[in-house]
């Protein structure tokens, strides 16, 4: 295909895939996509060696990273983060409510290394981003993009110097427009539909306010995208190119366990929720009781960013090591409700491009005349 996407990066078809997962970044880059590694959950040791494994395997193909680059941190203090910090009616709630579902405990002994071990690799401060960015400069990187705020105008600056895009998520076109002030090449639209988190206007209205607001800047659109009628709708409203979260979760390169796979393909479309409990912000996750839990009326406010993320470190351990699929929740999309079984990263693209083809040819045939 040829947009301005495609152009920029030399790609085939301007499918971007968002995961945390090395599979699907290599997979997707290999299949003639761009695939962009979300880096927030990984120490600076981890992230190189994962960079190192898709450079082998990507044969020069272009790839990116994607990174929590805010203008403005939560100030954390200049140690690492321990369990004493955490705040602790939070703490001990998510305790009581684990208790009373007789979910056993961490084992004695090891749960503050276990809990500790989760805390070190979430990255929420400036000092952190930074050194895995350093990290990531050292592997071949063509795009960096910024989830959750605008990137300082320098970074932006530093990565253009050395040849590196830039991109950055918004929400509203407010957003959108102070990433374009802050120099970047392109934006992503994401709508409320999407996986993770998210704002309040959904794909539909967003897309084109904010392909408006940033014109001549390409526009990636976001959130709801699964299938090829989506991609072909997007780009009928201004895209340059889709981006896309949550359907690589269903692929076997996914990094999910298969009880999290199979809880998704049980899913509707209805049985994701906006929630504050991953990290404090509103972020789409799967339903489930530990979502509820935080709706129930003995619940503490959630805490801010990143505390409550830090947090929830020791629920979620103690929900894997129990295997109890109904306790398990992970940010996905509506598109859930489409994901029915196990596929691969290059079958979605292909599928993608057959229907948005198939879509493409039929509005084609709209406009002919007898
Ligand atoms: C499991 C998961 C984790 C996500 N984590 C991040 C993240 O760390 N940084 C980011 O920019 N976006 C993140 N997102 C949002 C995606 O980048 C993307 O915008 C979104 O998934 C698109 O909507 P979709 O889920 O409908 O495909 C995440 C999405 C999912 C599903």
């Not at 929590?68 to 305790?95: I, S, W």
């Not at 976001?222 to 991609?231: E, L, S, V, Y």
Request: contains cysteine.
């Amino acid at each position: 295909m040829k947009t301005k996407m495609c152009e920029m990066f030399g790609i085939e078809v301007p499918i971007f895939a968002f995961s945390h997962c090395r599979d699907v970044v290599a997979e997707v880059s290999k299949a003639g996509g761009m695939g962009v590694f979300g880096v927030a959950y990984k120490t600076a040791e981890q992230l190189d060696a994962e960079l190192k494994w898709i450079d082998e395997r990507v044969g020069g193909k272009p790839y990116g990273i994607d990174v929590l680059l805010p203008n403005k941190y939560e100030k954390l203090g200049e140690k690492q983060v321990t369990t004493d910090d955490l705040p602790q009616a939070q703490v001990e709630f998510m305790r009581r409510v684990l208790d009373e579902a007789g979910i056993p405990r961490l084992p004695e002994g090891d749960a503050r290394t276990m809990v500790q071990e989760s805390l070190d690799r979430i990255n929420m401060t400036r000092e952190q981003t930074e050194a895995l960015l350093e990290v990531a400069l050292r592997h071949p990187i063509k795009v960096v993009v910024s989830a959750l705020g605008t990137p300082p105008r320098e970074t932006v600056e530093r990565l253009h110097g050395l040849g590196i895009k830039v991109g950055a998520l918004a929400g509203k076109p407010q957003h959108a427009v102070r990433h374009k002030e802050a120099g970047v090449d392109f934006i992503v639209a994401q709508g409320m539909e999407a996986g993770g988190h998210t704002g309040k206007i959904t794909s539909m209205i967003l897309w084109p306010q904010v392909i408006d607001a940033v014109a001549p800047l390409p526009v990636l659109a976001a959130g709801g995208i699964g299938r090829g009628r989506q991609m072909a709708a997007a780009m009928a409203l201004g895209a340059e190119g889709v981006w896309c979260g949550s359907i690589w979760l269903g692929t076997k390169e996914s990094e999910l366990t298969s009880d999290l796979k199979e809880r998704f393909f049980a899913a509707g479309t209805e049985d994701t929720v906006q929630s504050r409990l991953r990290s404090g912000k509103p972020a789409r996750v799967l339903r489930s009781k530990l979502s509820d839990a935080w709706e129930r009326p003995d619940a503490p406010p959630f805490a801010p960013m990143p505390y409550q993320t830090l947090l929830m470190a020791e629920p979620h351990l103690r929900v894997e090591r129990g295997k109890l699929k109904e306790w398990m929740y992970y940010p996905v999309g509506q598109v859930v409700g489409d994901m029915k079984a196990e596929t691969t990263c290059r079958q979605v693209i292909y599928d993608m491009m057959s229907e948005f083809i198939e879509a493409t040819e039929r509005l084609g045939r709209l406009m002919q005349a007898d």
